[in-house]
């Protein structure tokens, strides 16, 4: 068993900049695919980044160009640079790890919040 542990969230202005990380309990380098996910209130929780084994990355629309996933497999942390935030990315954002099928993965964080003023 695997435990994901987020953190980084907080309250930022429009234009500004946070970084999540993500860090895991065991080696993640034993999952093929991590990825970050969002939710907001009243919303379904959607993807936002995914990390794939070889190194290739997968984002939202709404988020490419300003999100970064990135991984350090020394201290087993999956981290999500993200710049130039907007209200809109105001949501709880999770880690993921080990995908089972489409939306449902094997381990989940608790999520962490973020806030972006206006």
């Known amino acids: 068993q695997v435990q994901l542990v987020e953190s980084g969230g907080g309250l930022v202005q429009a234009g500004g900049s946070l970084r999540l990380s993500c860090a895991a309990s065991g080696p993640i380098s034993r999952f093929n695919t991590k990825a970050w996910y969002r939710q907001a209130p009243g919303n379904d929780r959607e993807l936002v980044a995914a990390?794939?084994?070889?190194?290739?990355?997968n984002y939202a629309d709404a988020v490419r160009g300003r999100f970064t996933v990135s991984r350090d497999s020394a201290v087993n942390t999956i981290y999500l640079e993200m710049t130039n935030l907007k209200p809109e990315d105001t949501a709880v954002y999770y880690c993921?790890?080990?995908?089972?099928?489409?939306?449902?993965?094997?381990?989940w964080g608790q999520g962490t919040q973020v806030t972006v003023s206006s």
């Open positions: 993921a790890a080990d995908p089972i099928q489409g939306d449902r993965w094997r381990y």
């Open positions: 990390l794939f084994a070889g190194g290739g990355t």
